[in-house]
């Protein structure tokens, strides 16, 4: 009966007590005598009851790196054994790999060419990038539209300004690319000045803000709504920026969202449909470094038949028998494959129903959804 008690206690211990003992002093250190941790003390630093770090001599104004972060000594520094510490992680971007970047700018269907015609102030091709990150993407753009600007005479406004409010005099195809962080920013701009020389740099414009607000400051300063080509928004809510890119969209312009999950392309399709949005998607491609290929999902919004002749209730899954487009079409569905997720509209009764489409492979890194814009006073499906 004692030993039983004995490991019940001692499991308590180390799956409850012991995970929240993040500090412990090291064997022979003078805070193990004096319960207070002084500079110069080394330190156990444990994370979810792991060891993850024994500290060199602490001192002011030093850190020391784990797996979780890095952690200042001064933080260290006054504590008692088994205290809490934060460490500050960095805030580390989610890489655009090459293929997936090729793929984006292939569906842009780029076709840039020299202009021959006399200067004008605006340049003919202008693509919003909204998350500049490393600057991978915005290097792959700018290569896709360098040859429009090849031959020409450009003034580059304040290059290593992230903040230059002036496009670059003379393009033909500009890239403006916008990132909340500067240093962000400023990373950037020298991944794209370091590559070949900075033969790319004139063709991209960098700004540091929150890409709705300068959306807004374009258009009071252009005096005009539509002045985008193309848009890429390759954000964490990049949901919340559909509409204010939409809107300064030209007819026939694309937008593309970059997102890790699909759930987040299922928000912006919403968005779409709730705020009926002149944008008609075109394709969802799934890429991954663990696929051959990537593959073309089917994303869109079904209604059972049933509910189009009667009202009933909410139906748990709808089948391939029981679904037809909504964009009028009264085909079935076909495929293989149950469906992946749903979401249910109470007031419209339309699900929407996500899935992989079987046969088709495209390659890398998340989700790619490509709409493009239809001409205002069509209904948006």
């Known amino acids: ?80 054994p088994r205290d809490i510490v934060f460490s500050s992680k960095d805030n580390r971007l989610r890489v655009i790999y090459p293929s997936d970047a090729n793929l984006i700018v292939n569906l842009l269907d780029l076709h840039p060419h020299e202009w021959r015609g006399p200067p004008t102030d605006e340049p003919e091709t202008e693509i919003l990038e909204a998350g500049t990150g490393h600057g991978a993407l915005t290097l792959h753009l700018a290569r896709a539209v360098h040859a429009a ?55 991209v414009q960098f700004h540091v803000g929150s890409v709705s607000e300068w959306i807004d400051q374009q258009i009071n300063a252009r005096g005009k709504e539509t002045f985008l080509s193309h848009a890429v928004l390759d954000l964490p809510s990049s949901h919340s920026h559909v509409e204010k890119a939409t809107s300064a969209l030209h007819v026939d312009g694309k937008l593309v969202l970059f997102n890790p999950s699909i759930t987040q392309i299922n928000q912006a399709m919403e968005l779409v449909k709730t705020r009926r949005l002149p944008l008609q998607l075109e394709r969802v491609v799934e890429v991954g470094p663990a696929m051959t290929g990537g593959r073309i999902w089917d994303v869109r919004f079904v209604k059972p038949r049933v509910l189009s002749k009667e009202p009933r209730p909410r139906p748990t899954t709808p089948t391939d028998e029981d679904v037809h487009r909504v964009a009028g079409s009264e085909e079935a569905v076909t495929g293989s494959g149950a469906v992946a997720e749903g979401i249910w509209d109470a007031d419209e009764g339309y699900q929407m129903v996500c899935r992989p489409k079987v046969g088709d492979r495209v390659s890398g890194g998340g989700f790619v959804a490509l709409w493009s814009k239809k001409k205002i006073g069509r209904d948006a499906e």
């Open 149 to 203: 600007n090849a031959g020409r005479h450009i003034s580059i406004v304040d290059a290593g300004n992230p903040q230059r409010k002036h496009a670059n005099l003379g393009c033909r195809a500009l890239i403006h690319t916008v990132d909340e962080s500067r240093k962000h920013s400023e990373h950037a701009i020298k991944i794209v000045g370091d590559f070949r020389q900075g033969l790319y740099l004139r063709d």
């Open 1 to 80: 009966m004692v030993t039983l008690r004995h490991r019940i206690l001692q499991t308590i211990y180390q799956t409850i007590v012991k995970p929240w003992i993040p500090i412990k002093p090291a064997a022979g250190s003078p805070s193990a005598r004096g319960r207070i941790i002084q500079e110069g003390d080394r330190v156990v630093l444990r994370h979810n009851g792991q060891t993850i770090a024994l500290t060199p001599a602490l001192h002011s104004q030093s850190k020391t790196g784990t797996r979780v972060g890095k952690i200042a000594h001064d933080a260290i520094i006054g504590k008692e």
